[in-house]
């Protein structure tokens, strides 16, 4: 179905992209202003009071208000009612697509088309011919494929896992992934032209590397916090139960470290992990619990007893970073060097602490 644009949505647009712009300038402040958002998000799920998910769509109360708001929207849940694919919070867009730093002619590669909408100011910004798009979901693709006809853009749209990239046509001049990676996918980098820039979410910070060489790029985390979903990959599930019956040490690190002050940093020494919290009736925060998809899995108490299982001793790493990081660090004090054989994120400079990215193939 092909929402109308019409006055209400119109105006909303407009508003979203005054408000998107206005402390800043940007060169894509016309693509927000002229595609709609609501054709690509016809639909969306929001959670209501108990945590269930609920479905609202185009003329339930607070659809428009919400499309045309600064957030992040879920559009898919999977088989245990947990969402995996959501249309970005705009700001955010706006930032990575700023840091692409395009040039008119330049093409561009997105890994994660989802709704369509980012692969749209795309197309709108550089021309159809320039702009090839990648998402692993069939449905996702067939889907934005038809929104994206409807708005009059036609761009290489491809079912495929968006790591792998899409050498047809390769070389690219800039790349943009909307999905968590773990580190930049080798085949990402022989696809990218000489002087490229790749944009891409890692744990919870965005890189901007510039391609220096051939199997060679430099670069560092944007200052914006952010968060994408990751790629679809398999993985281990979390081993709590074994994990509660192995012998318990104690730790001086309080749990609401890692949710808070420790989140990013985690995320560049423990590429893909994942964490959950338990709290009281009250809402105080009782329990943290992290793993990684090697099945590695702790538990740390408020107690200060930590209980943990599997090939890394992930709670030991946390700890480490506790003391390297007395203040939440600023992410674009973190820099990554790619080269042919590894990938290495830095502190501050290459004299300093550093984490290995795992291999991305």
Not at 15 to 38: E, I, N, Q, Y
Not at 50 to 60: H, K, L, Q
Not at 150 to 159: E, L, Q, S, Y
Not at 276 to 287: F, I, T, V
């Amino acid at each position: 179905m092909t929402l109308p644009d019409d006055g209400a949505t119109a105006a909303a647009r407009q508003r979203m992209a005054a408000g998107l712009t206005a402390d800043h300038p940007s060169a894509w402040a016309a693509a927000f202003a002229s595609v709609p958002r609501h054709p690509f998000v016809p639909c969306f799920y929001a959670q209501d009071y108990t945590g269930a998910w609920e479905g609202i769509a185009s003329g339930d109360p607070g659809f428009l208000e919400a499309v045309y708001s600064d957030t992040a929207l879920t559009i898919q849940l999977d088989d245990q009612g947990v969402p995996n694919s959501s249309s970005s919070q705009p700001s955010t867009m706006l930032t990575m697509l700023d840091a692409l730093d395009v040039r008119d002619g330049h093409r561009v590669l997105e890994l994660g088309t989802g709704t369509g909408y980012n692969t749209a100011l795309l197309c709108h910004r550089l021309g159809d011919k320039n702009v090839t798009s990648v998402d692993i979901d069939p449905g996702l693709v067939e889907t934005a494929t038809q929104r994206l006809q409807h708005a009059g853009f036609n761009p290489t749209i491809v079912v495929g896992d968006g790591a792998q990239g899409y050498p047809g046509n390769a070389p690219y001049d800039r790349i943009i992934a909307t999905v968590g990676l773990h580190a930049i996918p080798r085949p990402l980098l022989e696809q990218a032209a000489p002087g490229a820039v790749i944009v891409a979410p890692l744990g919870y910070g965005i890189l901007r590397i510039t391609m220096t060489g051939r199997g060679h790029a430099t670069g560092r985390f944007l200052p914006t916090p952010a968060y994408f979903m990751a790629r679809r990959t398999s993985g281990t599930a979390p081993q709590f139960d074994a994990a509660a019956q192995q012998d318990s040490t104690t730790t001086s690190v309080p749990p609401a470290d890692l949710l808070g002050r420790l989140k990013f940093a985690a995320s560049v020494a423990l590429p893909g992990y994942t964490s959950c919290s338990w709290r009281s009736d009250q809402g105080d925060l009782e329990a943290v619990g992290l793993w990684t998809p090697d099945g590695s899995t702790a538990v740390v108490h408020d107690s200060g007893s930590v209980q943990q299982i599997g090939p890394q001793r992930l709670w030991d790493t946390i700890e480490k970073l506790a003391k390297e990081f007395t203040d939440e660090p600023a992410r674009d004090a973190f820099l990554l060097t790619i080269t042919p054989t590894r990938q290495i994120v830095y502190y501050e400079d290459t004299d300093g602490p550093s984490w290995p990215l795992p291999a991305a193939n």
